[in-house]
T-cell receptor, first 115, second 110 residues
Framework: AQSVSQHNHHVILSEAASLELGCNYS??????LFWYVQYPGQHLQLLLK??????LVKGIKGFEAEFIKSKFSFNLRKPSVQWSDTAEYFC?????????????FGKGTKLSVKP | KAGVTQTPRYLIKTRGQQVTLSCSPI?????VSWYQQTPGQGLQFLFE???????NKGNFPGRFSGRQFSNSRSEMNVSTLELGDSALYLC?????????FGPGTRLLVL
């Protein structure tokens, strides 16, 4: 069955620490991968997406993610987190293009950044 | 561009009732999807519409239905509400570059 897994349920960091959130997917064929962020009380926002090409994808707010096909991974990174990065982060995968098909979401990782 | 809008934002219903939720996609977006978000199950896909046709459906009972209008606006309906239907219902729209989500409708079933 197709699935997306996020291994960290809750991550606590101090400001300026580096961040890496893991995401693995388990399906073959065309792979479209996304990271979404949900700030407290706000709706899901698209951080970055990978469809094809350069496996290192840069998104908004200084986030980046690397697609490693051999490891079925799409980890999210940020070199230095801020208190305002406190949020829940969701990895999602889709089988088709970016405009059709359903997304399969991971369970989410809550990030708490201590000031 | 205005984002995806959903109405109402909050809703309280009782068991057995039915409810209709509305979604207006980003202008120009023709694909609309619906998701249910709960603390236990996370984000689960309900259905997807394109050009007024259901293109994909998730594993939800037939009590959950939806439709899309010619202007791409979409509605979802849940009949015979159960306590377990309490959730945040999210709508997303897409053109070619990924899915963009609305703020959701929070449904509480008592």
């Amino acid at each position: 069955a197709q699935s997306v897994s996020q291994h960290n349920h809750h991550v606590i960091l101090s400001e300026a620490a580096s961040l890496e959130l893991g995401c693995n997917y388990s399906y073959g064929g065309t792979v479209n991968l996304f990271w979404y962020v949900q700030y407290p009380g706000q709706h899901l926002q698209l951080l970055l997406k990978y469809f094809s090409g350069d496996p290192l994808v840069k998104g908004i707010k200084g986030f980046e993610a690397e697609f490693i096909k051999s490891k079925f991974s799409f980890n999210l990174r940020k070199p230095s987190v801020q208190w305002s990065d406190t949020a829940e982060y969701f990895c999602a995968g889709g089988r088709y293009g970016g405009s059709q098909g359903n997304l399969i979401f991971g369970k989410g990782t809550k990030l708490s950044v201590k000031p | 561009k205005a984002g995806v809008t959903q109405t109402p934002r909050y809703l309280i219903k009782t068991r057995g009732q039915q409810v209709t939720l509305s979604c207006s996609p980003i202008s120009g977006h023709r694909s609309v999807s619906w998701y249910q978000q709960t603390p236990g199950q996370g984000l689960q896909f309900l259905f997807e519409y394109f050009s007024e046709t259901q293109r994909n459906k998730g594993n939800f009972p037939g009590r959950f239905s939806g439709r899309q209008f010619s202007n791409s606006r979409s509605e979802m309906n849940v009949s015979t509400l159960e306590l377990g239907d309490s959730a945040l219902y999210l709508c997303a729209s897409s053109l070619e570059s990924g899915w963009y989500f609305g703020p959701g409708t929070r449904l509480l079933v008592l």
